[in-house]
């Protein structure tokens, strides 16, 4: 399993960016995406996580609900989650997971930290 992110940047507060995880194989469409984020010397955060299935199901911490927006392209085998209105305090590593448990998001989104599969992260800066 391959997870690689991209889109990560520098941003002014309260501008956006989106990133994206491309995914291999089929694994988009049969286990729950989510992003974990590791700020400069503080615990990683699980923010956001979505399910497979034709329900879609999201799951956001409360740090960021109503500013991202989770999203997949099962074609494309890529998560999406357009990070809105970004602060200061949401600077950090942004890494893409798997969980390889399956589609139901278990413990979203504190348990997506502990995901099986995780990326190689992607920096994020506000300033």
């Known amino acids: 399993v391959q997870l690689v992110e991209s889109g990560g940047g520098s941003v002014q507060a309260g501008r956006s960016l989106r990133l994206s995880c491309a995914s291999s194989g089929s694994i988009v469409s049969t286990m729950c995406m989510g992003w974990v984020r590791q700020p400069p010397d503080k615990e990683r955060e699980g923010v956001a996580a979505?399910?497979?299935?034709?329900?879609?199901?999201?799951y956001y911490a409360s740090s960021v609900k109503g500013r991202f927006i989770i999203s997949r392209d099962n074609a494309k085998n890529t998560v999406y989650p357009p990070m809105n209105d970004l602060q200061p305090e949401d600077a950090a590593v942004y890494y893409c997971?798997?969980?390889?448990?399956?589609?139901?998001?278990?413990?979203?989104?504190?348990?997506?930290?502990?995901?099986?599969?995780r990326g190689q992260g992607t920096q994020v800066t506000v300033s």
């Open positions: 997971a798997a969980d390889p448990r399956g589609g139901n998001c278990l413990g979203a989104p504190s348990a997506v930290t502990d995901f099986g599969y």
């Open positions: 979505i399910n497979t299935g034709g329900g879609i199901a999201t």
